[in-house]
């Protein structure tokens, strides 16, 4: 019988290294994937009506929420751990991304940190260290629980989207910068794939939606 012997060893973990290799990158593929399906942007004006909306109806904490993941572009695992104090209390915050574990510096919009200041208000919170997404259980929500709410919010507001989930803000962030920049979008989107820390530019144009987009355009080019 012949024993395995240390090149065997090594080559037989290097197997195993690489299908597990493969697993990972399938599955952010169809993670990616159905993030494309299940998930459209919001127009800024738009969503900047929602957040206003929500506040007027004393909805605080949902108009914070759509607010924050859409001037911040986070995942909405990072979201939920935001804080009160992480948003007040300077022009700037830093967190430990869930999903890739780098450290993201997160700078604030001044006019939307008095929106934040209003809803911190009006929900009466006392200490500026509790999370900033709790539930009338003082547990904080589930992105389950939110995209429930999100539906709901959807039908009521009749808003002019198809697919309206948490990874809408972080949708509607990405394509507000690529707007805004103009005749420099290709470099927003430079910065955005590594914001996004996506593979490449490509990835972010469909993440974006904006690669279809552009296919599609081409047969406005026609005429008749």
């Known amino acids: 019988m012949r024993f395995p012997g240390q090149w065997d060893i090594i080559v037989a973990m290097d197997f195993i290294v690489g299908i597990k290799q493969k697993i990972s990158i399938k599955k952010n593929i169809m993670s990616l994937k159905n993030s494309y399906v299940t998930s459209d942007y919001m127009e800024w004006d738009s969503m900047l009506s929602l957040v206003r909306k929500l506040y007027r109806d004393k909805e605080y904490r949902l108009s914070l929420l759509i607010g924050c993941g859409s001037f911040f572009g986070l995942r909405i695992s990072d979201l939920l751990t935001l804080t009160w104090s992480m948003l007040l209390d300077g022009h700037s915050f830093a967190i430990i991304e869930k999903k890739t574990g780098k450290r993201r510096e ?24 509790e999370k900033c997404f709790i539930s009338r259980k003082k547990t904080v929500y589930s992105t389950q629980r939110i995209n429930v709410l999100f539906k709901s919010i959807k039908s009521k507001y009749n808003l002019k989207i198809e697919h309206f989930s948490t990874h809408s803000m972080r949708k509607t962030f990405g394509r507000r910068v690529v707007e805004a920049a103009g005749e420099n979008s290709e470099f927003a989107l430079i910065k955005l794939s590594e914001l996004f820390n996506h593979a490449d530019v490509m990835t972010t144009r469909r993440y974006l939606g904006l690669r279809t987009q552009e296919l599609l355009e081409t047969y406005d080019m026609l005429s008749f």
């Open 106 to 129: 997160i700078k604030i919009n001044s006019n939307f940190q008095k929106h934040i200041a209003d809803c911190c208000m009006a929900l009466g919170v006392t200490d500026k260290n």
